[in-house]
């Protein structure tokens, strides 16, 4: 136990915490591109999914990632591993994330926007397409 609280609270190095301000100041700008290029695929997902009825999107909470709900055609995993291996596009399953039975996928907002797009694009039309064979 002493161990795991000397671990818990171990301080930074001194010249960490000296630099600090410098290096706080040096991230602003990487951190403000992070946050609008998120915003954009944010708004980006929202118009493709306005044109999805059968796909939910829940905005974010926080963070970078979106959850979708989706019809239930196969298990998650199935579902991210067909987008994966026949689509090229990387989704998480529903399930990483403690979501409760099938239907969810969760979608990062961090790639750049044109990747994004073409990767929402695909997740809809195989969605479309498994739901047209039930």
Sequence with gaps: RLEWISDAAL????PVAEGLPEILAAARPRRDAILARCRRNLAALETACATAPEV???PPAGGWSCVL???????????ALTLLEQ????IQPGYLFDLPGDGWLVVSLLPDEDRF???VTRVLVRI?????RR
């Design 11 to 14: 301080s930074v190095s001194t």
């Design 56 to 58: 939910t999107m829940f």
């Design 128 to 132: 479309r397409q498994l739901v047209g």
């Design 87 to 90: 689509d090229g596009v990387v």
């Design 69 to 79: 709900r989706v019809p239930r055609v196969t298990d998650d995993e199935d579902l």
């Design 117 to 119: 797009f073409e990767g």
